[in-house]
């Protein structure tokens, strides 16, 4: 294992220390003093025009960043996760969702710890796109022999917040009349709520789990099996016998998974399940078999659309240099952020509504990835990692938490997101409504960055005390992300952009953003508690005090 560096002991955070003692932020001198600022801070990534001009950066703060990327390598890192050595180290597997993205036919072929890694790759690819062909043509029958007019996908965290934020994000691409839902939540009103209004006879649930262990999806995966048999049964379409049963199970249940022998177990038909592997980490799978609802309902070839997009970022963080590497530069400005003026929290800012489940999205991604204590080989963290991103769409978000953006004691960095070309083109009589809202993102973006001064505020007649409430500091730093329009290739980069966001961060900071360690022992103690719950005094008495008046509190309140 190589061990990791610390970043604090480079020269180059000794550079951005040393800058951070004098920096004066000050957007509207650097625009106005640099007229070429908008365009040397602005680079093009695939379809993606990434505006960094915004941020609190100076040339010669980007320039040591670029060194302390350089210093802490990486891109050797980077070229050591496409490579398939084993950067998760707590887990001692390769990193290779990247490998998800290749196009067929590749060349070199990747072959990872004797793994054709391309040729499995495309082997489940084509055996999910010829598989959602068939639910999309109507070959594929419930048991009954009526056509999917719903998927219900069963999964969580890494098994559910890609699948659904996509889907959301390209609802307008769903053309084959089928409709998809997703149950995480093991509060069954999840389950309960998401198929009330279903037909078990024109339903397929997908099990989607990489471990095939996680207590949520397994419990829903049987609720959501008892439902169908009895809804079934009750329209006397099976019978109560085990041969109905199975029957029924094998028309309207496939699974996504790692562990097929656990698919298996639970009764669904290995011919039926569509695999990934290891290296493959949960939060980073939904361009895998794990995209199996997108391929249904938006069809094999938007998804491979998607898959493509991916590609192309992966292909520009390989070859571009650090200087002009979107992730990695959007990457080193958090670390700026994060490590060097304190902030605690990154906004994600989507002016799109159809992208309002990004954020959630990008919570696992980075927090699960880059909330992290120690290095990759044991070494406690010198200095903070992971932070907070958290976001909603705008213009809803105006109107909610930008008060704290604009005027808060906070520094919190934030990237907007907006498309050129709206996918419902709506007219407000004369007027083009996206127009509006994209004036809103423009708006937004200028006000944080330039403010406005108390003269500018008394300028306009106001007086006294309301000066300075009514005045906006500025320099409060933007990404603005653009692109033509939300297209499935898109969104692939956008997604990709992230991925390699958080692996710069991670590899900066010397911490594995391949483990999740810090979920386990919750599932661990879930599982402890459960009897507890359920009665078993024994069980309650070993809890300790605060836990104890919990239970009891349950206890005394449950109606049962
Ligand atoms: O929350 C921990 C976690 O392991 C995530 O990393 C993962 O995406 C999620 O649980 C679901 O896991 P699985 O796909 O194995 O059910």
């Given at each position: 294992m190589t061990a990791s560096i610390d970043p604090t002991a480079t020269s180059a955070w000794a550079e951005l220390s040393a800058l951070r003692e004098t920096f004066a932020p000050d957007l509207r001198s650097w625009f106005a003093e640099d007229p070429d600022r908008a365009e040397r801070f602005a680079l093009p990534l695939a379809d993606?025009?990434?505006?960094?001009?915004?941020?609190?950066?100076?040339?010669?703060?980007?320039?040591?960043?670029?060194?302390l990327a350089e210093q802490t390598g990486v891109a050797e890192r980077y070229a050591a996760m496409l490579a398939g050595e084993h950067i998760n180290t707590t887990e001692d597997r390769a990193v290779l969702h990247t490998a998800l993205r290749r196009p067929a036919g590749a060349s070199p072929a990747l072959v990872v710890d004797g793994q054709q890694v391309d040729a499995d790759v495309q082997s489940v690819l084509e055996s999910l796109s010829a598989f959602a062909e068939r639910v999309r043509s109507g070959e594929w029958l419930g048991v009954t022999g009526k056509r999917v007019t719903h998927v219900v996908n069963i999964g969580i965290?890494?098994?559910?917040?890609?699948?659904?934020?996509?889907?959301?994000?390209?609802?307008?691409?769903?053309?084959?009349?089928?409709?998809?839902?997703?149950?995480s939540n093991i509060d069954p009103t999840d389950l309960a709520q998401k198929t009330a209004d279903l037909?078990?006879?024109?339903?397929?649930?997908?099990?989607?789990?990489?471990?095939?262990?996680?207590?949520?999806?397994?419990?829903?995966?049987?609720?959501?099996?008892?439902?169908?048999?009895?809804?079934l049964a009750a329209a006397g379409a099976i019978g109560q016998d085990d041969a109905s049963r199975t029957g029924a199970v094998a028309h309207h249940f496939v699974a996504v998974s790692t562990a097929l022998d656990r698919v298996a177990e639970f009764g669904i038909d290995p011919d039926n399940a569509f695999g990934f592997w290891d290296w493959v980490g949960g939060r980073y799978s939904v361009d895998s078999a794990?995209?199996?609802?997108?391929?249904?309902t938006l069809g094999p070839e938007r998804f491979r659309e998607m898959l493509a997009g991916f590609h192309a970022v992966d292909e520009h963080v390989r070859t571009e240099p650090l200087e002009r590497n979107v992730p990695?530069?959007?990457?080193?400005?958090?670390?700026?952020?994060?490590?060097?003026?304190?902030?605690?929290s990154h906004a994600v800012l989507p002016y799109a509504q159809q992208l309002h489940r990004f954020p959630a999205y990008l919570q696992q991604l980075t927090m699960e990835s880059n909330g992290k204590s120690v290095r990759w080989d044991g070494a406690p963290v010198s200095t903070d990692t992971g932070e907070v991103f958290w976001g909603e769409p705008g213009t809803n978000g105006q109107h909610a938490f930008y008060q704290l953006i604009h005027q808060g004691t906070r520094l919190i960095p934030a990237d907007f997101i907006a498309f050129a070309n709206p996918a419902y083109p709506l007219r407000d009589g004369d007027r083009d409504v996206h127009g509006l809202f994209l004036a809103n993102f423009l708006a937004q973006t200028k006000a944080l960055a330039f403010g406005k001064t108390a003269a500018e505020v008394e300028a306009e007649g106001t007086t006294g005390p309301l000066v300075a409430a009514r005045t906006f500091a500025g320099n409060r730093p933007t990404t603005s992300i653009f692109a033509p329009?939300?297209?499935?290739?898109?969104?692939?980069?956008?997604?990709?952009?992230?991925?390699?966001?958080?692996?710069?961060q991670g590899a900066v900071w010397g911490v594995n953003s391949f483990d999740q360690w810090g979920v386990e022992l919750g599932k661990q103690l879930a599982l402890q508690i459960a009897p507890a719950v359920e009665g078993d005094e024994a069980a309650a008495e070993a809890q300790d005090p605060s836990t104890r008046a919990l239970l009891a509190y349950y206890h005394a309140h449950r109606a049962v």
């Open positions: 993606l025009h990434v505006d960094l001009s915004k941020n609190l950066v100076t040339d010669e703060i980007a320039s040591a960043l670029v060194r965290g890494g098994s559910d917040l890609g699948p659904v934020m996509v889907s959301e994000a390209l609802a307008p691409y769903a053309d084959a009349g089928i409709e998809a839902r997703f149950v037909d078990p006879a024109t339903t397929l649930f997908i099990v989607a789990s990489k471990t095939f262990t996680t207590l949520e999806t397994l419990t829903n995966a049987r609720l959501a099996r008892a439902w169908l048999w009895e809804g794990i995209g199996l609802p997108l391929a249904i990695v530069m959007m990457g080193l400005l958090n670390v700026w952020y994060v490590n060097f003026l304190g902030a605690q329009s939300l297209t499935p290739a898109v969104l692939g980069q956008l997604i990709a952009l992230y991925e390699h966001i958080t692996f710069t």
